[in-house]
């Protein structure tokens, strides 16, 4: 995040006894709704139950996809919803939700022209796993997407005065008579519990990639995996949601991310954007072994069946250059250097022929724009040829959870009956169906800011309805 600001949460001698809407959650998914819904005119309350704001999205760091935008043609780079649809069902194992992937394809432009329109600008594309054309979009400087979303997201939050309480717990919803939403149930930093009203909920909690026990439940075999995830990532919203009769679909669905550093105290996700800028993984024997942008599912299971479960990702000094998460990588003591390939051979323990030989034949490759030995046919615009050279140390671990609330395109949670539960709304990690068993680097982000505002605006819909 942007250490020249810093956002103040809100004060909870400003809480109010009532609202039109309360979001859940303080990710992309959150401020995107809270502001959206703002800007129609609702008095809307934002409540964080960790005392840092942003979620899981401060740790996101490839980009946002998106088809057709003015962005792409820009860049020369001519795209079509049906085909930013078709590679993500092809990559979610054709288990996505039609509807659902539906509106988020063809929204996602306009999402894009949304954030440009707060100043919060995505002017320059990559390309991530499982994508066959550059529509993941991100700032010119090459930042990580996250921090720079929250960030610039909370600034909006600021500009229009959208409280935002930190350290809150949503421990209940509340239902009237009717079965419909009528408020929430908070736990205070005191400890004391309190009452809010509201008509209109927004679930944005996030997934539950950091709950040990609900994995276990759901996925024994990963059980003893690693997670990307922040601690607050623990299912808070499948909770909530349960309670009030919803739905959940693909629970058992959980990502597990190919490139995760692990040597230190705390798993480090390494972005895709820096396999999509052209590095390459090779196995301890200084070999490639796979496409390193397929799915993340196939990535994860050609590192699975390496003898040490674990592999290196190789770098050069152009490819850094166009993956400015590197230098924070770097800054925290994940990258290896060498000043030339042999070096670099003997700090990482391969042998220096075999990754001699491996270059060599990338670059070949590259020069080519054909892989004969793995057909990769993306992130090939440079090769690796400017030293110094450099390394990270990867293994897979737990990094994002497909199931969990069921809903319909219009970010409606849904019964067991497939019926809307009235007032009550979700979307992001939360929410289940949109990627079917395997989601692809980039949608995260880009789910947030479509379906935030989707439901910022039919919360506000909602309201409407009631009023006449």
Known sequence: MDKKYVFQPTDLTELKTSYDLIVVGSGGMGLTAALQASELGLQVAVFEKMTKLGGNTNRASSGMNAAETSVQLKHGIIDSYQEF??????????????????????????????????????????????????????????????????????KQIEKHQVPVFAGVQVEHLLQD???????????????????????????????????RELIKQVRPDLSGYQTTNQAGATGDGLKLAQEVGAAFVDLDQIQVHPTVQQDT???????????????????QQG?????????????????????????????????????????????????????NLSELADKIKVPEANLTATLTDWNQAVNQQADPQFARATGMDRGITQAPYFAIHIAPAVHYTMGGVKINY???????????????????????????????????IAETVVFGRQAGQQAFKYLQKAKN
């Open 177 to 211: 008579q009717t079965a419909s939403i009528s408020g929430v149930s908070l736990k205070l930093p005191t400890g004391t519990s309190r009452k809010l009203a509201a008509s209109t909920v927004i679930l944005a909690t996030g997934g539950f990639g950091a709950n």
């Open 85 to 154: 649809y078709r590679d993500t069902f092809l990559g979610g194992g054709q288990r996505n939700d039609p509807q659902l992937l539906n509106y988020f394809t063809s929204h996602a432009a306009l999402a894009v022209d949304w954030l440009a329109d707060h100043g919060i600008i995505l002017d320059d594309v990559t390309i991530t796993g499982g994508m066959k054309i550059k529509r993941t979009h991100r700032p010119s400087s090459t930042a990580p997407i996250g921090g720079f979303l929250i960030t610039n997201l909370l």
């Open 287 to 339: 070999q490639r072994f796979v496409n390193e942008l397929d799915t993340r599912k196939n990535v994860t299971a050609a590192i699975n069946r390496l003898p040490e479960k674990a592999a290196y990702l190789i770098f050069d000094g152009g490819i850094r250059q166009h993956a400015k998460a590197i230098d924070f990588y770097d800054y925290i003591g994940l990258v290896i250097h060498g000043q």
């Open 410 to 444: 219009r970010t409606q949670v849904l019964d067991q009956e497939g019926q809307p539960i009235k007032g009550l709304f979700a979307g992001g990690e939360v929410a289940g169906g949109l990627h079917g068993n395997n989601r692809i680097g980039g949608n995260s």
């Open 265 to 283: 105290e705390h798993a480090y996700l390494i972005g895709e954007a820096v396999r999509g800028e052209g590095a390459i993984l090779v196995d």
